[in-house]
């Protein structure tokens, strides 16, 4: 792909959802073409953890506008050569020698060096963010209420300390509007480890609860929520950070986030039983 010289600035971490740019590379793709600007408000597919979906909106050029049907992450060896997406892509996220760039799929190519506005569809990404941030409370208040259920000392702690049984048991996460869908394996590494699993589904009903109890009060604390990153650059390591009144929680993210938490509304989760593990459903509600 020429004249890709470096990875796309992005600014979707900080909540943006317009900026304006220039093409700098574009590729035939399947259904359209793949464009490249120097920077952009889109939050692409991440092709390693998919939890999040694309950012949809529209590039506008010359009052001309083209809808953005999808949003990839892409790797350009550096110097030139082709674009990769997906399981194409070879090299581990910002790995040196490559260009990390968000991929606008829109109809047609547009001309190198064009300025474009990028629009972010603002209502979708509101749905979104608000499901992420639910998420990783979620799975805070997941690992408070298993707690006790841990008979040796664990290692891996979230950022409030506690046994990270999410981090540990977690087999796949989705984003949903307003919401997310997760699921744990509790096999025998994490019984190893120390969990009791014993007469967990019959407690599941008092450990729902319990989370949605740590929900509301985290809720009604209007708790900032602010993402990290050393850099601008699509392959910076990013971190969600919440200043909760337990303290203040991290975990890695490079997805999109409210600003407090006082901004969901009422977050519930409802917990299911499943083959060995467990789904969580968690819904964020702006009851009136």
């Not at 408000?41 to 050029?61: C, E, M, S, Y």
């Not at 989705?174 to 967990?200: M, N, P, Q, W």
Request: hydrophobic fraction near 40%; proline fraction near 6%; glycine fraction near 12%.
């Amino acid at each position: 792909m020429r004249g890709v010289g470096g990875s796309t600035l992005v600014t979707f971490p900080a909540g943006a959802v317009w900026e304006r740019s220039r093409v700098v590379g574009a590729a035939a793709m399947d259904g359209g073409c793949g464009v490249v600007t120097e920077r952009t408000p889109f939050h692409p597919l991440d092709h390693t953890w998919p939890d999040q979906p694309a950012d949809t909106g529209v590039l506008v050029v010359d009052e001309l506008e083209f809808p953005v049907v999808d949003c990839l992450t892409g790797a350009v060896p550096l110097g030139g050569g082709d674009l990769r997406c997906g399981d194409d892509i070879r090299a581990r996220r910002g790995d040196g020698g490559w260009a990390w760039v968000v991929v606008h799929v829109i109809e047609r190519a547009l001309p190198m060096g064009v300025p474009v506005d990028l629009h972010v569809d603002a209502e979708r990404r509101r749905a979104f963010s608000e499901g992420h941030t639910a998420c990783h409370l979620m799975a805070l208040a997941l690992n408070a209420a298993l707690a006790p259920r841990w008979r040796k000392e664990v290692r891996a702690v979230d950022g409030l300390g506690r046994p990270d049984f999410d981090k540990l048991a977690i087999t796949s996460s989705r984003i949903v509007a307003h919401g997310s869908r997760d699921t744990y394996r509790i096999g025998s590494s994490l019984r190893r480890k120390g969990f009791d699993r014993e007469g967990l589904a019959q407690e599941l009903p008092e450990i729902a609860e319990r989370m949605n109890g740590l929900l509301a009060a985290w809720v009604d604390a209007d708790a900032p929520v602010r993402v990290i990153a050393p850099s601008s650059e699509l392959a910076a390591r990013r971190t969600w950070r919440c200043a909760l009144p337990e303290g203040t929680a991290e975990m890695p993210c490079g997805g999109t986030h409210v600003a407090s938490t006082g901004e969901l509304g009422a977050v519930r989760v409802t917990l299911e039983a499943a083959e060995q593990g467990l789904v969580i459903e968690t819904n964020v509600c702006h009851c009136a």
